[in-house]
């Protein structure tokens, strides 16, 4: 089994400790024109499941995540603006030289970013049926209060994507709220503007990750501010944010093959896990498919192995 980074000790002050990422402030020397403050954001191979961080971690799989936001936020910059100073590992420790030494735990897990204001809303776009929409769906004919045709199948594609926004909790799970109760939260301006990027970005996301093979049902984005500017941040687009299904056993009406953590979801269901923690551990078997589901959606999108 490969080695597996759970948790990042490096000589930057911690700003913020998630279920996946590692942030630091990156500020001395401020390096941004003007002085704006930094992060460096670390992807670690954590993994969590039913908002709880197992014990185990996927090798890999934070170096997945990172690169595969990488490819989206440069695939989709031209839509929006986004965080990413960069995520070259030669580049950050020129800047940063208090990380001199610090090169294999930062080997393309690392992205030093622009620190924003985040705007408190997570921005859901489903473009299919499935996980708790689908659940809605088959109760009152609607998905967080949007009407749709009736008849849908589980899995089956919407016929247009919906934007659904949630909540966004820092712990417990993210709750549902309508389109007027976020424009309420954050102003119709900026509610707007948010809605109208989340949906072209999935619809161009969405085109170019079926041509390679994969279906994204649905993803979630989140905004900051930045000099009173909307731009998109945190993670773009990866197995942890997105469902992903191979095109190639699509069949509607059923659960998908998936290429996220959906698999690891299912084992701890088959087990009866009381979804509290303390987590079990998974077995190697779980860890070594998981692994190989992430690297296998990173190679499809980018076109490339993680390691070339």
């Not at 930057?12 to 002085?35: H, I, M, S, T």
């Not at 940063?96 to 897990?109: A, I, S």
């Not at 689908?134 to 994507?161: A, D, H, M, N, T």
């Not at 999935?202 to 093979?213: C, I, L, P, Q, V």
Request: aromatic share 8%; glycine share 6%; charged share 30%.
């Amino acid at each position: 089994m490969e080695e597996v980074v759970l948790q990042t000790q490096l000589p930057l002050k911690l700003f913020k400790k998630g279920k996946v990422r590692d942030v630091y402030e990156a500020n001395d020397p401020p390096l941004l024109q003007g002085g704006e403050p930094m992060l460096l954001v670390v992807a670690t191979d954590r993994i969590s499941a039913f908002d709880v961080v197992l014990p185990n971690g996927i090798p890999n799989k934070g170096r997945v995540l990172n690169m595969l936001s990488a490819f989206w936020f440069n695939f989709t910059k031209e839509i929006i603006p986004n965080h990413i100073i960069t995520t070259e590992d030669t580049e950050i420790i020129s800047r940063l030289n208090t990380l001199k030494g610090y090169e294999e735990t930062l080997k393309n897990r690392a992205t030093l970013a622009k620190k924003t204001k985040p705007i408190g809303v997570e921005c859901v776009v489903r473009g299919y049926l499935a996980g708790s929409g689908w659940k809605e769906y088959q109760e009152k004919g609607s998905v967080c209060g949007i009407k749709l045709p009736e008849g849908l199948k589980e899995s089956q594609r919407i016929p247009f994507p919906i934007f659904t926004p949630a909540t966004k909790a820092d712990t417990g799970h993210d709750m549902n709220i309508s389109e007027e109760k976020m424009m309420e939260s954050v102003g119709e301006k900026i509610g707007e503007e948010i809605k109208e990027k989340s949906l072209k970005i999935y619809e161009s996301a969405r085109e170019y990750a079926e041509e390679r093979g994969i279906i994204i049902a649905d993803t979630k984005f989140e905004f900051g501010l930045f000099n009173d500017e909307v731009i998109l941040i945190d993670e773009i687009l990866t197995p942890d944010s997105s469902r992903f299904w191979p095109k190639d056993s699509y069949v509607p009406a059923q659960p998908q093959n998936s290429f996220d953590k959906q698999f690891v979801r299912d084992y701890l269901e088959s087990i009866k896990w009381d979804k509290k923690p303390p987590a079990p551990a998974l077995p190697d078997e779980v860890i070594k498919k998981t692994t190989e589901k992430y690297l296998e959606a990173y190679r499809r999108i980018a076109g490339k192995n993680l390691k070339d």
